[in-house]
């Protein structure tokens, strides 16, 4: 069955960075659209990265992330990852990767904590 695993979040400071890697399994990675969301308690989960699964050169981001956020992937690793830099206290949250096949596929969510 597919299964997507997220890793590398934790606690971090402000200004901090953290790198946040998601392995797939059971589907055709590299035919597959990956976007990396975030969702904090009480509020719907909001889209920070995606990446294209034709040209790895597409990408779109986030406002609130742009210039702090780099998504990539590695599809002979079939895996995701999202580079995130300078990171601020707002940035908490459960960070989910999705898998677009088109069916939708959804991680159990890694979070990352910023705070002093």
């Known amino acids: 069955q597919v299964q997507l695993v997220e890793s590398g979040g934790g606690l971090v400071q402000p200004g901090g960075s953290l790198r946040l890697s998601c392995t797939a399994s059971g589907l055709d990675f590299s035919a597959s659209i990956m976007s990396w969301y975030r969702q904090t308690p009480g509020n719907e989960r909001e889209s920070v990265a995606m990446?294209?699964?034709?040209?790895?050169?597409?990408?779109t981001y986030a406002d609130s992330v742009k210039g702090r956020f780099t998504i990539s992937r590695d599809n002979a690793k079939n895996t995701l990852y999202l580079q995130m830099n300078n990171l601020k206290p707002e940035d908490t949250a459960v960070y989910y990767c999705?898998?677009?096949?088109?069916?939708?596929?959804w991680g159990q969510g890694t979070q990352v904590t910023v705070s002093s």
């Open positions: 990446i294209d699964s034709v040209d790895r050169s597409r990408k």
């Open positions: 999705k898998a677009n096949i088109p069916k939708t596929y």
